[in-house]
């Protein structure tokens, strides 16, 4: 009835109204030209100090230096000076001010305007000692991380040589020192991530959000409920597989430390990753050694073949600075000084001057790490381009953004791109069921970890409050209950466990991205392998294959300026599901029952 008299309305004002729709559309016009001048200067402004501010920051992750705060202080100047800016009243009032008639924009300056309101929201000037101490916090958490000495018999020690021993030691007591001794660093932390809780939640409250969780979460144009339900949903829909691989790894990892007595929840010095999100090196597969095969190659061959592979898809060289001004390399043995042991990639200028830090060293873990953030230096590259505002040089949403490169990371460990380039013998005759098996223990371990322990954890940090003589102890209750992991004795409240792990210090509130992209990592690889390659997704070969190059230089062209749900649908089909990622570990399902016959299940089965 409503949809009549409107049209009716407006077929009048048609016939009618010649002249004032021809004034409209001049006032239009005025009004769209007048909100894109205020846009260039913006995104001019915000490249201009952006990349200030990401030149201090590159040299306060890469040169920590103890008892040297020159980085420090340039890093948090420059960060100031940028929140001043992008959090200032005239921007907020700038940008509401022509939201107010949106209806009027196009789309694409919409999506600029909220975007100066998301980057205004996380700086707000009418609270400037908040954000000031806040990004004093910052600066500070991330030197005790990274600058923090980690020690196994007085002897320091590389966060490398602590993964080494996790990932092959089978002498326990050197595997609880170097669990243990990985942990220590959390100890000085926990009151920097208190304090940062406090700031974060007040900076964004300034404008109008409950608390830092729902601000992250609003990124994706979501709530905090929608959220949490979604990946709930996703942990439930892999669970029935989680379950079977704990039950299996519990009695596959005490026969390999010769444990009699199988424990109900699997200690967590006895898993390959500090955090139990990654088992994958329990399983070798027969004829499949990538280890082996790097061990023959060095750093710097790594990272080169993420390279060669992105330009087989088609996708340009690296630019030369990137080489130049890169630092891949774990620090010299003597160095005087740290740096960020984790790996990243940055965007300095939001142009081509694009770099990644790391610490490659020649193993497996490396070579899929240095793929991950080659996708993020190649999705930077492909939208900067005249078409893609500054202020829209983001992903789709964040999970494509660690999707595309995790994607290529999962393809170049496949047999037949192994096999292509010579990594494993050709035609080697090899146990599948073993390789989705590996296969599983990296990607479907991770899920219980990212939905579960690492998001419901910051949920409750940030939207729950979580009294702070309680982390530690919901730290292990979410492992528990959603990994099946505990910690190898009482971890007390002079702990902080959960600090240990990066994002919670220096990407908070957002690890969910990763959950999600390794959802979408599969919907991708399915439709990848099925239309385009026309190949089983167990065993594809992406390499050499433009056609496979264009699909995902499509997707990363366009950035933030692309609808990502609109986007998923019109690249594969259908909306963000966990279709495709249980279709390719469904196989599993049966081994593992067989497999897992007559032993104790302790993760209860689902209701
Ligand atoms: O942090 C990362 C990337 C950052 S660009 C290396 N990842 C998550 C992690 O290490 O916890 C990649 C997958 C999961
Ligand atoms: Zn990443």
């Known amino acids: 009835m409503k949809k009549y008299v409107f049209l009716f309305a407006s077929a009048v004002f048609m016939y009618s109204c010649g002249e004032n729709k021809s004034t409209d559309a001049n006032a239009n016009k005025a009004f769209q030209d007048s909100a894109q001048s205020y846009l260039d200067s913006y995104n001019k402004k915000y490249q201009e100090l952006s990349t200030i501010s990401n030149e201090a920051d590159w040299l306060s992750n890469t040169r920590i230096i103890e008892g040297d705060s020159s980085n420090t202080i340039a890093t948090n100047k420059a960060q100031e000076e940028s929140a001043k800016f992008t959090g200032s009243t005239e921007n907020i009032e700038q940008a509401k001010k022509f939201l107010a008639q949106k209806d009027k924009l196009p789309e694409l300056q919409v999506k600029q305007l909220n975007a100066i309101l998301y980057n205004a929201a996380n700086n707000p000037a009418t609270i400037p000692d908040v954000v000031k101490a806040r990004i004093k916090a910052e600066t500070k958490q991330n030197q005790d ?83 949490t339900d979604m990946l709930q949903k996703f942990n439930k829909e892999l669970y029935p597989l989680y379950r079977e691989l704990h039950t299996y790894a519990r009695y596959e990892f005490a026969k390999k430390y010769g444990v009699k007595e199988v424990p109900d929840l699997i200690p967590a010095q006895w898993l390959p990753n500090r955090w139990g999100q990654d088992w994958a090196s329990l399983v070798d597969v027969k004829g499949i050694n990538l280890d082996s095969a790097l061990k023959t190659k060095d750093a710097e061959w790594i990272v080169k073949q993420g390279e060669r592979f992105y330009v087989s898809i088609g996708m340009p060289e690296l630019p030369k600075t990137f080489w130049e001004k890169s630092d891949l390399y774990p620090a010299p043995k003597d160095a005087k000084y740290k740096k960020n042991n984790h790996a990243s990639a940055w965007h300095m200028n939001y142009d081509q001057d694009v770099r990644s830090l790391m610490s490659v060293e020649p193993n497996s873990e490396w070579y899929e790490t240095s793929h991950h953030e080659l996708g993020h230096i190649y999705y930077y590259l492909c939208y900067s381009n005249p078409e893609v505002p500054i202020l829209l040089r983001q992903g789709a949403n964040r999970a494509y953004h660690e999707a595309l490169g995790s994607l290529m990371g999962m393809a170049a460990m496949q047999k037949p791109f192994m096999e292509n380039l010579n990594l494993i013998p050709k035609g080697a005759k090899t146990d599948e069921m073993q390789t989705l098996l590996k296969e599983a223990l990296n990607y479907v371990v991770f899920i219980p970890f990212s939905t579960g322990t690492m998001s419901m954890f910051e949920h409750d940090l940030y939207a729950e409050n979580l009294p702070a003589d309680q982390f530690n102890k919901r730290w292990w209750e979410l492992a528990a209950q959603y990994q099946g992991i505990a910690p190898p004795t009482t971890r007390g409240e002079e702990y902080c466990d959960a600090a240990t792990k990066t994002h919670i210090n220096n990407d908070p509130g957002q690890y969910y991205d990763y959950a999600l992209s390794y959802i979408l990592l599969f919907q991708v690889h399915d439709h990848i392998s099925k239309n385009i390659l026309h190949q089983d997704p167990h065993a594809t070969n992406y390499y050499g294959n433009k056609e496979v190059g264009k699909f995902i230089a499509d997707i990363m062209t366009p950035g933030a300026s692309a609808d990502w749900r609109k986007m998923l649908k019109e690249k594969t089909g259908s909306d963000l599901s966990a279709k495709a990622m249980l279709d390719y570990f469904a196989p599993l399902m049966d081994y593992l029952k067989k497999e897992n016959q007559g032993r104790k299940y302790t993760m209860p089965e689902l209701k």
Do not use: C, H, P
Not at 146 to 163: A, E, L, Y
């Open 145 to 227: 991380l990274f600058g923090f000495d980690f020690r196994i018999d007085g002897k320091s020690v590389s966060t490398n040589d602590i993964d080494g021993i996790l990932a092959d030691e089978t002498n326990m007591s050197k595997r609880l020192k170097a669990w243990e001794a990985s942990k220590e660093v959390g100890k000085g932390l926990k009151n920097g991530l208190v304090n940062l809780r406090d700031l974060r939640n007040k900076t964004v409250q300034g404008l109008g959000y409950k608390d830092f969780f729902e601000y992250q979460v609003s990124d994706y144009g979501m709530t905090t409920q929608e959220m």
